[in-house]
């Protein structure tokens, strides 16, 4: 990982480098929340010097734990889906960073996957957010990341938020979250095909094709 963090940096780039080498490898060796998690630690995320585009999720799903690629799964090629990008260009680090609020898998509630651990954003997102100035946007996805994010700007509830998303674009886009468990959402709320989507994709095209250029 360290190696694809960041490729021939100029001098000014230099220290930046060397701080993001260094939480990167602090945080994969975390266990702060060992006794809390099910299948233990593996932290999941992907994260370069230089990303344009940032991705917050909530915390990897089973089938994320056991491969250690995020949004390897259902939720994933939806999210994909709704950028208009192919998996080579989400897998590119140096394009892309993923960044959950929490890096390990939680464990199961009784309506689906536990919230993220706070202690893992208390511990590290400032950290990460420090190394990352290059980023021009963020996808906010679900009420933990937009909570972060947005901070008193975010509205009562995600479906609000989402619906707001004029308000924040075009730093900023909250989205709901991409499973499979959401079609119903989806359904009640085609608002968000047909206005957000489009928009969405537009932007992320914008940025990818000027850091192309660059």
Request: proline share 9%; net charge positive; glycine share 8%.
């Amino acid at each position: 990982m360290e190696k694809r963090l960041h490729s021939k940096p100029g001098f000014s780039g230099w220290f930046e480098l060397q701080r993001l080498i260094t939480v990167v490898r602090e945080a994969r060796a975390c266990t702060l929340c060992e006794a809390h998690l099910p299948l233990g630690p593996r932290p999941v995320f992907q994260v370069a010097a230089g990303a344009r585009v940032l991705i917050v999720g909530q915390a990897p799903g089973l089938k994320v734990h056991e491969s250690g690629i995020p949004f390897d799964d259902p939720s994933g090629d939806r999210l994909r889906d709704w950028l208009g990008i192919d998996s080579s260009t989400f897998y590119d680090a140096s394009k892309i960073a993923l960044l959950p609020m929490g890096f390990c898998y939680p464990g199961r509630g009784k309506s689906g996957d536990l919230p993220p651990r706070p202690e893992c954003a208390r511990t590290w997102r400032e950290r990460f957010m420090n190394c990352l100035e290059g980023v021009q946007i963020t996808l906010a996805i679900g009420q933990y990341a937009q909570r972060w994010h947005l901070k008193d700007a975010a509205k009562s509830n995600l479906t609000e938020t989402v619906r707001a998303w004029r308000e924040f674009a075009p730093s900023i886009f909250p989205l709901p979250h991409p499973s499979p468990r959401n079609n119903i959402w989806l359904k009640k709320n085609p608002w968000f095909d047909r206005d957000v989507v489009p928009a969405l994709r537009q932007t992320i095209k914008n940025v990818l094709d000027t850091q192309a250029q660059t």
